[in-house]
């Protein structure tokens, strides 16, 4: 079994993630291993967005990786060991409808996990990112049933992921195995947008 250690945060704030990241090092000791995993939608049609639910969903799925890296890149820099694991979307490498906000956030989180991949490579520390198609979770149960079944027959594997599948991939790029895989992007999608 596992020792777990929970701290409530909201990621997109800056001053909330360092008072939990604190509380997580005066308690567990340094972070490792950093998995950024925060994602909100609100989907809507770019014609009726409005700033406050595009600042929502950047907030939480974009500046989040900021507000959490920051934290403890720098604790990982002076180890000479860290992972950094940016968790992303199909829809960040595709774009879909009614998702300017979600597919920008999520692209953005591409160009963040390479420049950070770059920067901080020689110091010890691996940064990558994961892009999912549709898993099974309750961001997607929480859609209508003729909308999962029609994005169900885009995928080839004929189903969703599980949060399973996506959990094995982190537990690999956190491992020493995954040491020479750096600013790279892992796609988990079956098949549904081939990069």
């Excluded at 992921?161 to 992007?185: M, Y």
Aim: proline letters at 3%; glycine letters at 10%; a neutral charge.
């Amino acid at each position: 079994g596992y020792d777990i250690f929970a701290v409530p945060c909201d990621v997109a704030d800056l001053d909330s993630c360092t008072k939990a990241v604190a509380e997580v090092c005066a308690n567990v000791g340094p972070v490792d291993v950093l998995v950024n995993n925060a994602g909100i939608t609100r989907d809507m049609t770019f014609k009726k967005m409005d700033k406050v639910n595009w600042d929502a969903v950047m907030r939480t799925n974009l500046d989040s990786l900021f507000n959490m890296s920051k934290q403890v890149v720098d604790g990982m820099t002076e180890r000479g060991w860290g992972r950094v694991i940016n968790v992303s979307s199909v829809n960040g490498s595709k774009g879909a409808f009614g998702q300017t906000n979600y597919s920008a956030a999520k692209s953005g989180v591409h160009g963040f996990t390479k420049a950070l991949a770059l920067e901080s490579a020689a110091k010890g520390i691996t940064v990558n990112a994961i892009c999912p198609g549709y898993i099974a979770t309750d961001m997607t149960s929480a859609m209508k049933q003729d909308v999962l079944d029609s994005i169900i027959r885009q995928i080839p594997v004929a189903r969703m992921g599980t949060p399973r599948e996506i959990a094995d991939i982190v537990a690999f790029l956190a491992s020493d195995k995954a040491g020479f895989i750096n600013g790279s992007t892992i796609t988990a999608n079956g098949g549904q947008y081939i990069v």
